[in-house]
T-cell receptor, first 114, second 114 residues
Framework: DVKVTQSSRYLVKRTGEKVFLECVQD?????MFWYRQDPGLGLRLIYF???????EKGDIPEGYSVSREKKERFSLILESASTNQTSMYLC?????????????FGPGTRLTVT | AQKITQTQPGMFVQEKEAVTLDCTYD???????LFWYKQPSSGEMIFLIY??????QNATEGRYSLNFQKARKSANLVISASQLGDSAMYFC???????????FGTGTSLTVIP
């Protein structure tokens, strides 16, 4: 069974704090993704990575950075958390190549910034 | 332009009835994959069904089927014999042959009424 795990289910941080969200997958997937999910807006891509140390900006990268030092781990960093970053964050992974490969998702992290 | 459009923010269906959730897509790629995911209130994203652009038959997985109309660029999800546990958000997604990204719609919230 493919497993994608995220470091926290719930997180509460203060404005201005640096926040790290960790994601680990155990299926040797090349691609990893970070989304944020807000009501009525669906899933919006923040960043994705198609290989170690490689990253691509998604639709809403402002205020976020990412790190992928190992194939199985993809970290999302909020350099200085703000209240408008309160959201559900979902990590996902997939194989590269064929369009048949689906994404596997982690359980999500509900982040509240106060 | 939106790659994936889901026009039904909310739907209601009577238990044991069938329901269709709409999805239209936009791509110029010849090869692409279409996916449906279910997200219960717990937050995890569950992969339901996949349809490839070259598949001639509509995909089916148990009570889920995909009504694929390529010329109309639609990929509607049909859930037969609805159950209370089907109450959830449903997301349509697409993966194109060019690039590694997945594109998601804004989702449809389905409520099954006893």
């Amino acid at each position: 069974d493919v497993k994608v795990t995220q470091s926290s289910r719930y997180l509460v941080k203060r404005t201005g704090e640096k926040v790290f969200l960790e994601c680990v997958q155990d299926m040797d997937h090349e691609n990893m993704f970070w989304y944020r999910q807000d009501p009525g807006l669906g899933l919006r891509l923040i960043y994705f990575s198609y290989d170690v140390k490689m990253k691509e900006k998604g639709d809403i990268p402002e205020g976020y950075s990412v790190s992928r030092e190992k194939k199985e781990r993809f970290s999302l960093i909020l350099e200085s958390a703000s209240t408008n970053q309160t959201s559900m964050y979902l990590c996902a992974s997939s194989y590269t190549g064929a369009v048949t490969y689906e994404q596997y998702f982690g359980p999500g992290t509900r982040l509240t910034v106060t | 332009a939106q790659k994936i459009t889901q026009t039904q923010p909310g739907m209601f269906v009577q238990e044991k009835e069938a329901v269709t959730l709409d999805c239209t897509y936009d791509t110029s790629d010849q090869s692409y994959g279409l996916f449906w995911y279910k997200q219960p209130s717990s937050g995890e994203m569950i992969f339901l069904i996949y349809q490839g652009s070259y598949d001639e038959q509509n995909a089916t997985e148990g009570r889920y089927s995909l009504n694929f109309q390529k010329a109309r660029k639609s990929a509607n999800l049909v859930i037969s014999a609805s159950q209370l546990g089907d109450s959830a958000m449903y997301f349509c997604a697409m993966r194109e042959e060019t690039g590694n990204q997945f594109y998601f719609g804004t989702g449809t919230s389905l409520t099954v009424i006893p």
